[in-house]
């Protein structure tokens, strides 16, 4: 079993986001958007190519750190499941 953290393990494209538009949700720059996911967990390299997680992302901009740690080992119920929940609904709206 490997410890490496489960960023969008399954890939759910509801969750993925490219860099550019994490970048834009977060008010940041790109290449700081990059280092976000390198250093936090909060995307990982595809075929040559960062995806970011609006999950992952909700969890951080929030500070809430158990849930972040909680996604990173996989978890996917409980405070974990209410952040995919609340994303869903944000993007739904947004349509």
């Given at each position: 079993m490997t410890d490496d953290p489960k960023i969008l393990v399954p890939f759910d494209h509801d969750e993925a986001i490219p860099i550019r538009i994490m970048a834009r949700l977060a008010g940041i720059s790109e290449q700081t958007a990059r280092n976000?996911?390198?250093?936090?967990?909060?995307?990982?390299?595809?075929?040559?190519?960062?995806?970011g997680s609006r999950v992952a992302l909700a969890m951080f901009r929030d500070g809430d750190k158990a849930a972040l740690n909680a996604y990173h080992a996989g978890q996917r119920d409980g405070r974990v499941a209410d952040y995919f929940a609340r994303v869903r609904a944000q993007k739904l709206k947004n349509l």
């Open positions: 976000w996911c390198a250093e936090h967990g909060l995307g990982r390299r595809i075929a040559g190519r960062w995806w």
